[in-house]
């Protein structure tokens, strides 16, 4: 039998725990607690409460609107984990710098990135979108209209990524690849980065930014990346979507081929 | 130095004839150039003579150069002059490589000439000299390298004779000066621990344990008859009972005896002695070094250029090996993020109001959990008594040791809590460090204290416990008498064996063995964290990252760092219960020793093997003085119910160097009175009266006041000087630039006229000429560049004292007048001479 006064003696343990923690906890509660009750209560899935929100508060047609509708959700109502506004803006920077012809987006889950992407490409540009899931593929579909870009801008294919990959060249009749952003299963960041380099869409000067490579975080890609010599790389350095605390970073890779 | 060099150029030029200026200047240049371009350079020159008809002196030594270059150093062959040439050229070598360091050159061309420059005097320098002069002066040259080699392998031997010096310089270099400022604060605090431990060591120990009675002799060396069958188990050894307790490690064992053995060492006055001396010297150590760190502290001149002292000292030149250099590299890559960190951090200023509020708010939550803690261990030390009050055995192990877990569990736990909580106050982090450290300071305070009253209750209870057992012995012996008596007065005694003999309970023992624990305690404690906290945690961050869901590495857990403030006031409490316990222990310093030299060797591999540096480096060289005014404290903190011990309660009777006496300083009477001569107890009688000593602490505490209102004189004198020595470097700066700008306008009018004068002559000249011309030209412009280096190097805060502001203001015109010479042809031939070299070469 522990002495109670032993037990109070883990106090400030305690304390410091969930003092250090607070981050961690405010993000299980709103990504996992609030979206559980919520689907038993709707009977919806997230992304389409997602959805019918944006579909009631965004001007139709206009991409900044709804991107601006999307950061109002996940940060006020619930917590979907997309590129999020600062990294967002991380993004269209290079994408500017870029401005790339030829984008691959792996993983467009509801279209925030899709339509953030799109929306900074220069004209006649063409952005091939992949998502495994076809209910959220739908969603997606929905948003990417709604902000008006049509089938020529973005293609949205619902696929699983390590499928795509290799019909690219085949079946999409692409030569090359000036800009790849990875947002989907962090485990497949790896594989698919060895998938495309395999396959030869990557020239010398392609781009490929990867998101959430700190937290949930992508080590092994990351370990690859550092040992590989192919690229010239670096961490941009920020948080977590719609979160302070937490510290995550977006891997910027320029492809440099071999010497 | 490159001014004064070049102002003693133009001085001897003066003087000199044109010859000697010729080569002079050549051998100022002449770094480039090895003998044999400079033979091959004569021989071109000569040619080139015969149409710009110069001196005929210079073609001879250029002969002669030559020839000495063809007949490949035989020095037999040549003649004194030729000697005599070598030997100056040689010694114009050396001047050279002295004064190289202060040319205004490319670190490339600084090399090169270097290199060369040493070949030469290599070379050259065993031929001078005749004979057998020859031969001395080879082998003095050869002796002072080899002496000179000495001395730096003698240097490199100093630095490896200083204990652990390469493990603190190697995580000095990859973890800031903040970490390892802990470690040298550790070995210096084992230095102190070593000489505390060879005082009680060799003063008390060993001589009890030779030339004492042996164990067994007398009750109080003896391990009691009801303990004996478990005297020799590990559980009671380790709590320090049994044989553990009736041995040198404690106080009890040792007898009243006044003088023992054929030395007739006197025992108990050493005992006392080496219990006032560790106590002693501990506070001269600390108070010593205290004044020495404030010295050094105050008389710095760090912050004024900051930058341009590290960019421009920070390399150590002696570096020889790879990996040293590698750590000297990270170790000034470090040194400048905390520079510019620093820098920073001065430049800050945010929202005042915010940070006061969040600074009072961060101190109230840290006194409430101070007043929690306290409560908490107050509450625990009040049930323990009620427990003991009840008998022990009733309780579980977990009630029993609640103290000891309450006190170790807050103390490992409440840091953490103030960590936390002091994110909030967004201080520096030198500053932070002493918040955390001085809130730390107050639990482990605290905790101590309520430990010592807790003791003091004990030693109360076991006084009471010796009246009733004295009472109990004095019937039990005159029983035993009146047994023996009545039968046979003449009959011997009858002799009990020492382990039947009843005794008292020795308070002072038990005081030692509740430190002595209290020490093993703390001590496994702080492997155990270091074990599980530090190393287990980075083996599973480590190999658990390749099956984890997110980077453990880079995101949540992460590796640890090294906790600088809680393991310093870790060491710092530790030695206050050493200093306390040691009277009543004389072990302690011993285990202390041991317990430093395993957490040394622990903590250095621990640190390197499983913590990352911390996140913003900081220097901490300025907190060294912080330590030791904590340790000041500890040490008047932890002396205090030492002494109070010491002065205001009876020894036990029946053990311990001074039983029998009413107190334990009675000893210093006893020996006044029998082992010095009657006058000498006199005086001291004399002078042990109050009428005497209050005029002497009078005069002490004068002479204290005097001292110290002159060293603040000094100070602000001090502080004026200083002063003024700043305004006149600025003084001195703003003259230095107008007189350059002057040199720079009066060096282009010049150099229009020059160019002007010499257009038609170019136009005859050969291709090869016009080529120099250029040369010239981008010298020239060189040169002007090169202006600012005097004063950029004044910037960098050199002590200006030692740079006299007179001949500064002279410099201007001594490089204009070498930039442009009157007279046109000198220059002229000297610059392209210098350029022309390489060029040629290219082609």
Redesign the interface.
């Given at each position: 039998?522990?002495?109670p006064?032993?037990a109070?003696?883990?106090?400030?343990?305690l304390?410091?725990i969930i003092?250090?923690?607070r981050y961690?906890f405010v993000l299980f509660y709103r990504a996992v607690l609030v979206r559980i009750w919520k689907d038993c209560v709707t009977g919806l899935s997230r992304e389409e409460r997602a959805y019918q929100y944006v579909l009631t508060h965004a001007t139709p047609g206009d991409p900044e609107s709804i991107l601006d509708t999307f950061d109002v959700w996940c940060s006020k109502v619930e917590f979907i984990s997309n590129i999020g506004p600062k990294k967002g803006k991380i993004l269209d920077r290079l994408l500017m710098e870029q401005s790339p012809l030829t984008v691959l987006e792996l993983g467009a889950h509801c279209g925030y990135s899709t339509v953030r992407i799109a929306r900074s490409l220069p004209l006649g540009a063409r952005l091939y979108s992949l998502e495994m899931d076809a209910r959220n593929a739908v969603i997606a579909e929905k948003i990417i209209r709604l902000a008006g870009f049509d089938d020529d801008t973005v293609e949205l294919i619902v696929n699983p990524s390590d499928e795509v990959i290799p019909l690219l060249r085949s079946d999409y009749g692409l030569e090359r690849l000036d800009f790849v952003f990875m947002d989907h299963w962090?485990k497949c960041y790896l594989p698919d980065l060895q998938m495309l380099e395999g396959s030869g869409l990557l020239g010398k000067g392609s781009m490929i930014v990867a998101d959430n490579?700190?937290?949930?975080?992508?080590?092994?890609f990351?370990r690859y990346i550092r040992k590989s010599g192919l690229y010239e790389w670096k961490v941009h350095r920020a948080t977590l979507e719609y979160s302070k605390g937490i510290?995550d970073?977006m891997a910027e890779l320029v492809y440099q081929g071999i010497k | 130095m490159e001014e004064e060099e070049e102002e003693r150029n133009t001085k001897k030029k003066k003087k000199h004839g044109s010859a000697k200026r010729e080569r002079e200047e050549r051998e100022e240049d002449g770094g480039k150039r090895t003998v044999k371009e400079k033979a091959r350079e004569g021989r071109r020159r000569k040619h080139k003579r015969v149409e710009t008809s110069s001196e005929p002196e210079t073609s001879e030594e250029d002969e002669l150069k030559e020839e000495t270059e063809e007949s490949d150093v035989r020095p037999e062959s040549l003649t004194p002059e030729e000697l005599e040439m070598l030997k100056e050229a040689v010694e114009e070598k050396k001047k050279l490589v002295q004064g190289l360091r202060g040319k205004p050159w490319p670190m490339k061309k600084k090399l090169v000439t270097l290199r060369e420059s040493q070949e030469f005097v290599e070379k050259y320098e065993g031929a001078l000299g005749k004979g057998k002069g020859r031969k001395l002066y080879a082998y003095k040259v050869m002796m002072s390298k080899k002496w000179m080699k000495f001395q730096r392998d003698f240097e490199n031997f100093k630095t490896a004779c200083i204990p652990w010096e390469m493990k603190i310089k190697e995580i000095e270099s990859h973890f800031g000066s903040s970490v390892a400022s802990y470690f040298i604060f550790l070995r210096w605090m084992y230095g102190i621990n070593m000489i505390l431990f060879c005082l009680t060591f060799g003063l008390v120990m060993v001589p009890e344990a030779l030339m004492g009675r042996p164990y067994g002799t007398i009750p109080r060396k003896t391990v009691p008859r009801a303990e004996a069958p478990s005297a020799m188990d590990f559980a009671v050894l380790w709590d320090f009972g049994g044989y553990a307790q009736y041995s040198v490690l404690f106080y009890g064992y040792y007898n009243n005896q006044r003088a023992i053995g054929w030395l007739k060492f006197r025992m108990p006055l050493s005992y006392f002695l080496v219990g006032v001396g560790t106590v002693a010297y501990s506070y001269m150590v600390v108070i010593r070094t205290m004044a020495r760190n404030a010295n050094e502290s105050g008389v710095g001149d760090d912050n004024s250029f900051n930058f341009s002292w590290k960019i421009f000292t920070s390399w150590d030149y002696l570096i020889g090996n790879p990996e040293t250099a590698d750590n000297k590299f990270a170790s000034i890559t470090t040194s400048f993020k905390e520079a510019i960190l620093e820098e920073q951090e001065s430049r800050k200023d945010d929202n005042i109001h915010l940070t006061r509020f969040l600074r009072v708010l961060a101190n109230f939550l840290v006194l409430c959990c101070l007043a929690g803690s306290g409560y908490l261990i107050y509450f625990v030390v009040r049930r323990s008594q009620k427990f003991a009050l009840e008998g022990l055995e009733t309780h579980t192990w977990w009630e029993r040791n609640e103290v000891n877990m309450v006190m170790s569990l807050l103390g490992m736990f409440c840091p953490m809590l103030f960590d936390v909580i002091s994110a909030l106050e967004n201080y520096h982090p030198r500053v932070a460090l002493q918040w955390q450290l001085g809130r730390i300071f107050a639990l482990f305070l605290g905790n101590l204290y309520t430990f010592i009253i807790a003791l003091m209750d004990e030693i109360n209870l076991k006084r009471e416990e010796e009246k009733i057992i004295k009472f109990n012995i004095t019937t039990w012996e005159a029983s035993l008498y009146n047994a023996t008596g009545s039968e046979n007065s003449t009959a011997p005694p009858v002799t009990f064996h020492p382990a039947d003999v009843p005794r008292g309970p020795c308070w002072e023992t038990m005081v030692g063995q509740e430190f002595v624990r209290l020490i093993i305690s703390d001590t496994m404690t702080t492997y155990i964290t270091l074990l599980i906290g530090d190393f287990l945690r980075a083996v599973l961050v480590r190999f658990l990252n390749y099956c984890w869901c997110w980077d453990l590495e880079a995101g949540f857990p992460s590796y640890s760092e090294f906790d600088v403030s809680g393991n310093v006031l870790g060491l710092i409490f530790n030695q206050g219960m050493i200093w306390m316990g040691a009277f009543y222990a004389p072990c302690l310093p011993a285990l202390n020793v041991l317990r430093l030299h395993v957490s040394m060797y622990l903590q250095c591999w621990a640190v390197m093997c499983c913590n990352v540096p911390q996140e913003r480096v900081f220097k901490a060289s300025g907190s060294n003085n912080f330590y030791m005014a904590m340790l000041l404290v500890i040490l008047f903190l932890s002396t205090l119910p030492a002494i109070y011990t010491i002065v205001t309660i009876p020894p036990s009777f029946d053990c311990g160097p001074f039983s029998g006496k009413k107190r334990m300083f009675d000893v210093i009477q006893e020996t006044l009175e029998s082992d010095f001569p009657a006058w000498f107890s006199k005086v001291f009688s004399y002078a042990s009266n109050p009428g005497l000593v209050l005029p002497f602490i009078l005069l002490m505490v004068l002479a204290i006041y005097y001292l110290q209102s002159t060293s603040k004189s000094y100070k602000e004198a001090n502080v004026d000087l200083k002063k003024k020595l700043q305004t006149q470097n600025e003084e001195n700066k703003r003259k230095n630039k107008l007189a350059a700008l002057k040199a720079q306008t009066d060096l282009e009018e010049a150099r229009a006229a020059t160019q002007t004068a010499e257009r038609p002559k170019n136009n005859n000249a050969s291709p090869q000429r016009q080529h120099a011309e250029e040369e010239e030209d981008l010298g020239s412009s060189q040169r002007k560049n090169g202006r600012p280096p005097p004063s950029v190097r004044h910037q960098d805060g050199r002590p200006p004292a030692t740079r006299a502001p007179v001949p500064r203001t002279l410099h201007p015109e001594t490089h204009r007048s070498l930039g442009y010479l009157p007279g046109g042809g000198f220059p002229q031939q000297r610059e392209p001479r210098m350029h022309r070299v390489p060029s040629l070469q290219r082609h």
């Open positions: 039998m522990v002495s006064a032993i109070l003696a883990f106090i400030p343990l304390l410091t003092i250090r923690c961690y962090k490579v700190l937290f949930p975080g992508a080590p092994k990351l510290r970073g | -």
